[in-house]
């Protein structure tokens, strides 16, 4: 499977924002994996010093955290996307 690039990932997020979409990665150990959720969710998410340093973290380190309908969150990371959908945003490798 090949991925999109780092670029192109981040120009999607930034179009799609914090509207509902799906991805397509992979996992550091291969697995293919299947998403959806929004990013950019604040309500519920402390924003003390623990969580800012989490969140510093993972933008080092390229990782972007979403929360699924179900009220879950997950991550994916940027260099790992095979494909990115929202309502009028399609990216794919």
Excluded: W
Aim: charged letters at 25%; aromatic letters at 8%; one cysteine or more.
């Amino acid at each position: 499977m090949k991925h999109i690039s780092v670029d192109k990932v981040v120009a999607a997020l930034e179009e799609i924002g914090n509207r509902v979409f799906a991805v397509e990665f992979t996992t550091d150990a291969g697995e293919y994996r299947k998403y959806s959720g929004r990013i950019n969710v604040v309500k519920g998410v402390q924003g003390g010093p623990q969580g800012k340093a989490i969140a510093e973290g993972f933008k080092r380190n390229g990782v972007v955290p979403m929360k699924t309908p179900e009220g879950k969150y997950k991550a994916f990371k940027l260099h790992q996307v095979i494909s990115l959908k929202c309502a009028d945003t399609v990216v794919n490798s």
